[in-house]
């Protein structure tokens, strides 16, 4: 379980003591009942974080909404987003293993996170990670509910496949890009576990020739 599902259940225990003892015991039901909700929300399961090499893994529990191919800055790259309602696992796992470079907080708004806009103007965490794959970018997006986004890593850390990096609360919406030649794994509708679930596998060849033409070019 996260830590933070462990101080709103003592605080509604707590609301549900003084509720009892200052009005009736049965008022007490509706603090105990939220109680037991964010020790639901805040599960935190293990995972079995496949092997495959060059396998880009789901950051988050949830459904694919998208999968398309964007321009940034200059290159092609496949985008996957994944929606989270209230009740899958909000906690979030890197994509791949590697060296975190960028981690940029962007304010915004809290639009529907089913919208496509909201990867542009809602509140959102961006994170890019060097690894054997080459770069790739997620994003931890809010949605209408979900008002704060937690991320326990900083530049300079090194995260494994599937590690936990941090968490979402209360609905949201998590973007994947990356490379656009890779060999997709999923599709619009799809349901993904964190961590377990494989998005794409990059083909490592052509990730390596990537590299070693870009050191020539310098």
């Known amino acids: ?5 462990i101080y709103y ?3 509604f225990i707590t609301v549900a003591v003084l509720v009892a003892w200052v009005t009736l015991p049965v008022l007490a039901v ?16 293990e995972r079995a974080i496949p092997a495959v090499q060059g396998a880009i893994v789901s950051p988050a529990d ?8 964007v321009e940034q800055n200059g290159w092609r790259q496949t985008r996957i987003s994944i929606f989270l309602n209230i009740f899958d696992v909000h ?4 994509p791949i293993a590697g060296l975190i470079t960028d981690v940029k907080y962007k304010t915004g708004t809290f639009r529907n996170a089913m919208s496509a806009v909201s990867a542009e103007f809602n509140e959102q965490n961006v994170v890019t990670l060097q690894g054997d794959c080459g770069t790739l970018v997620f994003k931890q997006v809010a949605g209408l509910l979900a ?3 937690v991320f326990n890593k900083k530049v300079g850390d090194h995260v494994a ?3 936990r990096v941090g968490l979402i609360k209360f609905g949201s919406r998590v973007d994947v890009l990356f490379a656009a030649d890779v060999e997709m794994k999923v599709r619009v509708g799809d349901k993904v576990k964190g961590g377990s679930s494989v998005l794409a596998v990059a083909q490592l060849s052509v990730v390596t020739s990537r590299l070693r033409d870009a050191v020539e070019v310098r």
């Open 1 to 5: 379980m996260v830590r933070d599902g």
């Open 9 to 11: 259940g003592l605080a």
């Open 30 to 45: 509706i603090p105990l009942l939220l109680t037991a909700f964010f020790l639901w929300f805040f599960r935190d399961p």
């Open 62 to 69: 949830g459904k694919v909404t998208d999968v398309c191919v």
């Open 91 to 94: 906690v979030n796992r890197a």
């Open 147 to 149: 008002r704060r986004i």
């Open 161 to 163: 496949r599937g590690e």
